[in-house]
């Protein structure tokens, strides 16, 4: 990360000195950070950046699905649960165990990335998906939740890797490139939530075919993928590690006090939003919404979070303290839940709307903050793993927990009242990781 990247006025003692780098194209990136190419490498990197249309094709047909086999769960929850004969509690899991191994598959995405190179693990990430996709609409609550698994593991190891791949091949777009690939991915959740529906309907009346219909565009995006892999498979196994600058540390962020802050607040965004994602079409059918208009306002609650995603990080990296934003982002998501439990019906549209930007612009700031609270490259990379692993095992907890309450209290009220308490937690240890400090 560049000097300029860090925030003024740290309160850190002096700056810490950047990896010196063996190689002068070497570029340190989240899946493969301390590895620096070879010559070899080099090369191969030189010619994936001469085919840019094949490779920007690749990584928005790969972001198209990063959160499409989630999102096209949720307006199906109850046939699911119908066809299985499931409580509350247990279709929570449909949609807890995928988030799940969000956090235990980031766990392994850098150091599958490291061994086996960006390209290659993403191709077997979209290969996985597609497996895991089909695998939950077989006739077996097994496989159900097997497939949730492997679902989950697939998309963890995109989230990792897309990030860190799009930093080293578009070091001069980087901000551009990952504009685009977080649109494509929330243009896949929007579609998916949108179209699950009618594709039940469309064929056959099954909510089997319109889970499997997303195994579809996974396969798709990996054939788009396999040429990446084709031209850079001389890269993997040339890589060399970087040496540090002398006198250097590297950071612990695990003893952190500012990086578990940070953490916290990536974790707790996540819940209230996957909380969401699992049962917002349920919460307005329950109200008497039919599930086509659910599925509808749910794809738009999608669409909103584009506009908070793209305005508060570009707002955050212009404020020395975010904590303006962390209060406007807190105050949007817990009015909108509130909006939920006092008239869900009759204020749907409104609700999904305020709820959108404020999740888009939660985990815009999430991420943003993860870069601007580290001093260094090193730092960032370690600060994202340990956030990303963390965050997704706490948000695991909380499709599961509304789900149980759900079933105890027969009311949406209490799960509701639950999640605002998380907004008052993530608004409080966000004002602490807000602040103009670094790790």
Not at 153 to 166: D, E, K, S
Not at 175 to 190: D, L, P, Q, R
Not at 220 to 243: K, S
Request: charged share 10%; with cysteine.
């Amino acid at each position: 990360m560049s000097a300029e990247t860090r925030t003024a006025g740290s309160a850190a003692p002096s700056p810490v000195p950047p990896p010196v780098l063996v190689d002068a194209e070497a570029v340190l990136v989240d899946a493969e950070v301390g590895v620096a190419a070879s010559a070899a490498g080099a090369a191969a990197r030189r010619a994936l950046l001469a085919h840019p249309a094949l490779l920007l094709a690749g990584i928005v047909l790969a972001s198209l699905n990063m959160r499409a086999a989630l999102a096209s769960v949720a307006p199906l929850v109850g046939e699911i649960s119908g066809a299985f004969g499931l409580s509350s509690t247990a279709s929570s899991l449909v949609t807890s165990v995928p988030v799940l191994f969000l956090g235990v598959g980031a766990l392994v995405a850098p150091w599958l990335g490291r061994r086996f190179g960006a390209e290659r693990v993403l191709l077997a990430a979209l290969l996985l998906l597609a497996v895991g996709i089909l695998a939950r609409v077989l006739p077996s609550v097994y496989a159900l939740y097997g497939g949730g698994i492997l679902v989950g593991t697939a998309i963890a190891l995109l989230n990792v890797l897309m990030p860190g791949l799009i930093k080293r091949d578009f070091p001069d777009r980087a901000a551009a490139m990952t504009s685009v690939y977080t649109g494509a991915m929330i243009a896949g959740a929007t579609v998916a939530a949108a179209a699950a529906v009618p594709l039940e309907k469309a064929l056959g009346g099954g909510w089997e075919g319109s889970l499997a219909f997303w195994s579809l565009l996974a396969v798709v995006a990996a054939v788009a993928w396999l040429p990446q892999v084709l031209i850079a498979r001389g890269r993997t196994g040339h890589e060399v590690r970087a040496v540090p600058a002398a006198g250097t540390r590297p950071v612990s962020v695990w003893r952190s006090a500012l990086a578990w802050q940070v953490t916290l607040f990536m974790g707790l965004q996540s819940l209230w939003s996957y909380v969401l994602i699992a049962w917002m079409p349920t919460i307005f059918t329950d109200h008497g919404m039919s599930r086509s208009t659910a599925g509808v306002v749910f794809a738009f609650n999608n669409l909103i979070q584009v506009a908070g995603a793209f305005v508060v990080p570009l707002l955050a990296g212009r404020m020395r303290s975010q904590r303006p934003l962390i209060v406007l982002v807190t105050t949007l998501v817990a009015a909108g839940y509130a909006g939920l439990m006092v008239a869900p019906v009759e204020g749907a549209w409104l609700w999904s709307a305020v709820l959108g930007v404020g999740q888009g612009g939660a985990v815009g700031l999430a991420l943003t903050l993860i870069v601007l609270r580290s001093g260094d490259a090193v730092t960032a990379a370690r600060l994202s793993g340990m956030a990303q692993t963390v965050g997704y095992l706490l948000a695991a907890a909380g499709p599961l927990a509304a789900g149980a309450l759900h079933q105890a209290t027969g009311s949406w009220t209490l799960p509701i009242c639950v999640v605002l308490g998380v907004c008052a937690a993530a608004l409080t240890v966000g004002l602490f990781a807000a602040r103009d400090r670094t790790v």
